[in-house]
């Protein structure tokens, strides 16, 4: 058994999973306090994503243009909370997944109609090619800086909600609507911050995602691989979305190259999906998600 | 309520339409500009609307007669374009000249009302490829090379690279392929050549659309290929070049089909794709009076359609224009048989069928040196043309190889066989009726 | 004035128990068939039969499957158009195996294997519920799709992977023209909407409703929840499965698996949602409008702009507008168009009195 390639494929998926991670976070956020799971997440990662990149090659230096995009999202998390989230406050599940399924049209259209649909290279300054060689082995130093980028924000998030006063009423939030509003909480506000707050993570995920792949149209596709992740970890864990993005990315991985063979290979659309239906009949709330309490 | 209105606006919109054109030839452009292909189906639009619009300005049409177009968006849906067919099939004076899909998908879905609506089809390096045997296949047109032409002419490099085809034997060859319909396609002629030639073949198919290709490229390299082929469409191919380089394949041996070969493949790959060789069905290189011609009456004109830099400079802009020079070429050779009118599809079927583009004709037209010679018949609905192999430098497309000429023993046979296959399946009799 | 049920008396249990209790709503009824079995064939081109009215019914038959799954029994699937995609291949190769057997029947046997897959993908639904099953439901869609594209056995072979509907023949006609392909999708689709609206009225239909309010008090009335499940997982799989077949066969001829991606069940989610959950009529109204729209959206904008803004901004602007349209739907009448039809049926029984 070839141990090196072993490692290489297992490291390399699991680097694989923190990418995903990084788009599930920005469920997780928005799941976390308004209960909606936002389908247009892939959609903000492609609206921030080329902003980002078309500011940049305006000429605009880096950090100006990170703060421009962060402007951009805050507006346009107020437009979606004042728009779509507000008039649906009471409705069912199923209404606000479809709302935002809409929404993910909507924003889609509109980002490829202001900044076009051209494929667009985003540079970094990160080498893509190197790679630390330990052994045989190629470990890809760009999937490692992602990786970082990722564990550091959610090492930031994670803190801002246990030790902030805003971290802590988005818990209150997430917790009981109702409860929050009694004691006090400004719903609306908080959502604006949460939105804001994913719409900051699309920005990273999508210049990481971008920076790898070009920024394109292609690029909101990859919610679909983020919806495997939230299930293995829980739709309301912000450690679970790198859990489970780490046991997607990893088991994606090894099952295309080693059991990919048997069976004619190209398995990974549908293999995170039967993992995640797998831990669905074992434990349905996720390895880290609240149990689901249902009253009847 | 909604549909009434609806019904109503779109008769009222048929009727004003369908007056403004008539008195020319009508080409449909069923384009995708959106959707996960419009990124490659954008340009190649545009180079078609910019060459009509060129022929229009400077020749002032076909034999006289002015061309007319309409763009319909599929976005690479089948659906889609079934619905752009029926909308656009009788616009114009004498309905619609011939459709080009750019999609094989898109192609499979009216192969079978062709014959009944009297409309051809070219499906230049792409679409139903046993249809290259024109006496089961009167109205599809593969022109130029279809996909295992390509094939062949892709081993024909490899074994120029090498040094002769003998050099073959004993070499691995990895086919990494989209995993779809389109690539599969050409893993039996893939086979049929390694056995011909003494070469190992592995596939390795990548999941649409090919975002994430790593565990693909891992077990590519656990194979050790000498070359690998890259079969891919669309976001895939700039994936594939890029993991290429990260499992430390050299870019020169990878060899790409003629839909990885553009600059949105090798740009978005950045230095990873420099001494990638692809194969297409025209020279690199924009130094062609067509394009000056572009420039001049359209362009300078105001009336281009995209933008500047793209006249000549992109792949798919260019083979854009290689569809307008098809389409205005065919109908062309219809006016010759039929007269100085506007054409119909049933009389621009009979001119591609008799398309003879010879050397004298190319450089009357300003493209020689731009495509091969080739000619049409009845039988053979391809042409069979060579292909040409470019390599990027990192700034463009450089020739990589002269004109290699695909091997039609090889190709032949299996062409015949699953026409025939076709023939029988839905009670067709084979002929040439010209 | 003219809808009032005054002066109908119901005088026998069957009367009662019609599906069409009310006499206008039968006149409404044979009116709207006769339009449609007679008016349309006489005036319609064959560009509305073949690109609009066609595929409008097919769809309409998959969005009533779905209807059947998520509106009336309450399980979220996003797997619809893998269930297409199994009727389609297992109708192509029965026939294909069997050539002698007719096109109809290879049809049924298209919709009983969907029904079979159907009701395995729907085994996790008795563990999990609501946005969970939805996921279960795309692990189908993928997988399906990849099974699909993978094992040439079920394209028979075919080197491009695409399968091409042989032609069909109903007692010695060929049905190869619009008009009679019409006829046929129109008659499957109204004898199914008509089961499909008997079947909701029964026992079987209130037992999926309750599983749909609340399931752990259905349990509790004593109601079997596996089979009300499986049994609504199967019959909305064969209806989706009928409409694949007559995808595959009628609307396109040929069929490759990416037909049915991840955005055809999207699509018909669509349909079913702004139709109006949980009604046989909704599945109409919302396939109708997703149909309409884009092809409307693309002539209005070549009528306005004639030809002036490109293909590529106006189908941008497509997805905005159909992305607006859902939410202003959503939060205007969440429960879709049919409800503004009964809405405005009610309405219609007080006219011109206001109330």
């Known amino acids: 058994m070839d141990w090196w390639f072993f490692l290489e494929v297992f490291v390399g998926g699991l680097l694989s999973g923190v990418m995903y991670s990084l788009v599930a976070l920005g469920f997780v956020l928005i799941f976390k306090a308004s209960g909606v799971f936002n389908f247009a997440q892939g959609a903000m990662v492609l609206f921030a994503a080329l902003t980002f990149v078309r500011l940049l090659e305006m000429g605009i230096p880096m950090l100006a243009a990170v703060g421009i995009t962060m402007v951009i999202m805050v507006i346009l998390a107020i437009a979606i909370e004042r728009i779509v989230l507000r008039p649906l406050v009471n409705q069912d599940l199923i209404i606000l997944f479809m709302a935002t399924i809409g929404l993910n049209y909507f924003i889609e259209g509109m980002a490829q109609l202001v900044w076009d649909s051209k494929v667009h290279v985003l540079d970094l300054g990160i080498d893509e090619y190197d790679a630390f060689e330990i052994g045989e082995a190629f470990i890809n130093k760009f999937d490692v800086y992602a990786a970082l980028i990722a564990g550091g924000l959610v090492l930031v998030l994670s803190l801002f909600f246990r030790y902030t006063v805003i971290g802590r009423a988005l818990r209150a939030v997430a917790d009981d609507h109702q409860a929050a509003l009694s004691v006090g909480i400004p719903l609306r506000t908080i959502w604006i911050y949460v939105w804001s707050t994913a719409g900051l993570v699309a920005l990273v995920a999508g210049a990481v995602w971008g920076s790898k792949l070009g920024v394109q149209f292609a690029i909101s596709s990859v919610a679909l691989k983020a919806i495997p992740v939230l299930i293995i970890g829980g739709f309301t864990s912000i450690p679970g979305a790198i859990l489970g993005g780490l046991i997607v990315g990893c088991g994606e991985k090894l099952a295309e190259v080693y059991l990919g063979g048997f069976v004619g290979g190209a398995i990974e659309n549908w293999f995170p999906y039967m993992l995640a239906l797998l831990v669905l009949m074992i434990r349905p709330e996720g390895i880290f998600g609240e149990k689901i309490i249902e009253r009847v | ?434 | 004035m003219f809808y009032r049920e005054a002066g109908q008396f119901k005088t026998s249990y069957k009367k009662d128990q019609a599906i069409l209790p009310i006499f206008q709503d039968k006149i409404a009824m044979v009116g709207m068939l006769l339009f449609c079995f007679v008016v349309i064939p006489m005036f319609a081109t064959d560009y509305w039969l073949t690109s609009i009215l066609v595929p409008f019914l097919a769809l309409s038959l998959a969005a009533l499957g779905l209807n059947v799954l998520t509106g009336y029994a309450g399980q979220i699937s996003l797997g619809t158009a893998a269930f297409m995609a199994v009727g389609a291949f297992a109708a192509f190769n029965l026939q294909v195996r069997v050539p002698e057997i007719p096109f109809l029947v290879a049809f049924l046997w298209g919709g009983l294997c969907a029904a079979g897959v159907g009701i395995l993908f729907g085994l996790p639904s008795l563990r999990i519920k609501g946005f969970y099953l939805a996921v279960a439901t795309l692990a189908a869609q993928f997988f399906i799709e990849w099974l699909f594209t993978h094992f040439d056995w079920f394209t028979n072979y075919s080197t491009s992977g695409v399968i091409t509907a042989p032609p069909m023949t109903l007692l010695g006609m060929a049905i190869d023209n619009p008009l009679s392909k019409y006829f046929l999708v129109l008659s499957i689709v109204v004898i199914c909407a008509f089961l499909i609206r008997n079947l909701i009225r029964s026992e079987i239909g209130r037992s999926w409703m309750a599983v749909r309010d609340m399931d752990i008090a259905a349990e509790a009335i004593g109601i079997n929840l596996m089979k009300t499940k499986l049994l609504a997982f199967g019959v909305s799989s064969f209806l989706c499965g009928l409409s694949g077949a007559l995808w595959a066969y009628v609307v396109l001829g040929t069929v490759e698996p990416q037909a049915f991606d991840i955005a055809r069940s999207f699509e018909i989610l669509f349909m079913v949602v702004i139709g109006g959950l949980g009604s046989v009529s909704g599945a109409f109204l919302g396939a109708g409008f997703m149909i309409l729209l884009p092809i409307l959206l693309n002539n209005l904008g070549a009528l306005i702009t004639g030809g002036t803004i490109s293909t590529e901004t106006i189908a941008h602007i497509e997805y905005m507008v159909f992305g607006a349209l859902i939410i202003f739907f959503l939060i205007v009448e969440p429960n879709g168009l049919a409800r503004l039809w009964q809405t405005g049926k009610e309405k219609l029984r007080l006219w011109p009195f206001p109330y």
Request: net charge neutral.
């Open chain 2, 1 to 434: 309520m909604f549909r009434f209105l609806s019904s109503i606006t779109s008769f009222f919109v048929f009727f004003v339409v369908s007056i403004a054109i008539a008195g020319e030839h009508f080409v449909p452009i069923t384009s995708y500009r959106t959707g996960p292909y419009g990124v490659s189906g954008a340009p190649a639009a545009n180079g078609y609307v910019d060459y009509l619009k060129m022929i229009n300005a400077r020749d002032g049409g076909v034999a006289g007669v002015k061309l007319a177009w309409e763009e319909c968006e599929t976005a690479y849906k089948p659906d889609r374009f079934v619905e752009c067919y029926e909308r656009l099939k009788n616009k114009g004076e004498a309905g619609a000249t011939v459709f080009q899909p750019l999609g094989t998908g898109l192609t499979y879905s009216v192969i079978d009302r062709l014959a009944a609506d009297k409309i051809p089809l070219i499906t230049m390096g792409y679409g139903r490829t046993d249809a290259s045997d024109g006496s089961v296949f009167p109205w599809v047109f593969p022109l130029m090379a279809n996909y295992w032409s390509i094939s062949t002419a892709k081993i024909k490099f490899i074994g120029e690279q090498e040094g002769g085809m003998d050099n073959l034997k004993g070499l691995k060859i990895a086919n990494v392929y989209h995993d779809s319909a389109y690539g599969k396609e050409t893993l039996p002629v893939l086979l049929k050549q390694a056995e011909k030639y003494g070469f190992e073949l592995k596939g390795f198919p990548v999941a649409h659309p090919g975002l994430d290709q790593k565990a693909t490229w891992l077990n590519v390299r656990r194979y050790k290929p000498d070359y690998v082929i890259l079969r891919g469409w669309g976001v895939m191919n700039q994936t594939s070049i890029k993991e290429a380089a990260r499992q430390r394949i050299p870019a020169n041996k990878l060899v790409g089909v003629i839909w990885s070969c553009s600059e949105l493949d090798t740009v978005p790959a950045g230095k990873a794709a420099i001494g990638y060789n692809c194969s297409s069905l025209i020279n690199p290189g924009s130094d062609y009076k067509v394009f000056d011609d572009i420039l001049k009456y359209v362009y300078d004109a105001g009336e281009g359609t995209g933008e500047r830099e793209e006249v000549g400079n992109q792949q798919n802009y260019k083979m854009g224009v290689l569809m307008g020079i098809m389409t205005v070429e065919s109908i062309n050779k219809a006016t010759e048989k039929y007269g100085n009118k506007p054409m119909s599809g049933e009389q621009v079927r009979w001119g591609i069928e008799n398309l003879d583009l010879n050397e004298a004709r190319l450089k009357e037209m300003g493209i020689e040196g731009f495509i091969p010679a080739f000619k049409v018949s009845c039988s053979d609905h391809e042409g069979s043309a060579p292909v040409k192999f470019q390599t990027w430098n990192g700034k463009a497309f450089e020739p990589a190889s002269d004109w290699i000429s695909t091997d039609q023993s090889i190709v032949r046979p299996l062409i015949e066989a699953s026409a025939a296959g076709y023939a029988k399946e839905k009670g067709i009799t084979p002929g040439c009726n010209g």
